[in-house]
């Protein structure tokens, strides 16, 4: 009997756990990356490592930031881990500590030590480099690459604005140290950062529309006052005419 979860299960099972709506500009990533963990763990092939998850959790934080309620954003990252059953700190708490291993490190060193020189790679990063060198295996994913551009950036924040060549050089000597699919890894890193502007410029279109929206309807409350005020002037001005012509006459005797 085959008790392995399917990606509608998936899919349920988040919706349970965090039942308030998502905007439309950010589902599709929740739902993409939620789907795309759920078909790694269920592959044999598959094993866990804390790039991954450092890829996991930057996406995850670079995709969804603005999302408000902002409240939201801890909230829809537990029920994907809840779907998933898997537990969110761990995730969380092995990416920031890979992610603080390489802090301060110069890009130089960084990328020696992605490919497989760990020599005096810092901990945890070295034993992490060490373990997927050593697979018989290695299940090459996306989120992985994501990951390994999240501890270049730190270690150039400009890394994106090299010269393409300086960059494919690089990451060349990442994939070959790895032994990961080349080709593939450049270009999962190229539509990462092109998603990323992607994502920068719908946001600003969404927060446009909302600002219009708001001016539109602020609008529209004070005219609906305006016309409020003019009813309540005009009335009293008609009450004010009436009262005069009901007074009697000074000179009446």
């Not at 599709?28 to 763990?41: D, F, G, N, P, T």
């Not at 050593?134 to 400009?158: H, P, W």
């Not at 092109?194 to 529309?209: C, F």
Request: negative net charge; without cysteine; proline residues 3%.
């Amino acid at each position: 009997m085959n008790n392995v979860a399917t990606v509608s299960d998936t899919k349920r099972a988040f919706y349970t756990a965090h039942a308030r709506p998502i905007s439309p500009l950010y589902r599709r990533v929740v739902e993409e990356l939620m789907v795309e963990i759920h078909l790694l763990s269920v592959n044999s092939t598959f094993a866990y490592d804390p790039i991954y998850a450092l890829g996991i959790v930057t996406g995850y934080d670079r995709f969804m930031d603005g999302y408000r309620p902002e409240a939201d954003q801890a909230s829809i990252f537990q029920a994907i881990f809840s779907a998933l059953e898997a537990d969110a700190s761990h995730y969380r708490n092995d990416s920031q500590a890979l992610l603080k291993s390489a802090e301060g490190a110069e890009l130089e060193a960084v990328v020696g030590w992605l490919a497989g020189d760990t020599a005096t790679a810092p901990s945890p990063l070295k034993e992490t480099i060490d373990a997927i060198a050593q697979r018989s295996v290695f299940k090459y994913s996306r989120l992985f690459a994501i990951g390994v551009y999240t501890l270049l950036e730190q270690a150039d924040g400009e890394f994106s604005k090299r010269k393409e060549a300086d960059r494919n050089e690089i990451l060349s000597r990442i994939s070959t140290g790895l032994h990961l699919p080349e080709e593939k890894l450049q270009k999962d890193i190229e539509n990462y950062v092109r998603n990323l502007d992607n994502m920068v410029q719908a946001k600003a279109v969404m927060l446009e529309a909302i600002e219009a929206e708001r001016k539109k309807r602020e609008k529209r409350e004070q005219e609906k006052k305006d016309r409020a005020a003019a009813r309540a002037a005009k009335e009293e001005s008609k009450a004010a005419d009436e009262s005069k012509v009901d007074e009697p006459s000074a000179n009446a005797s």
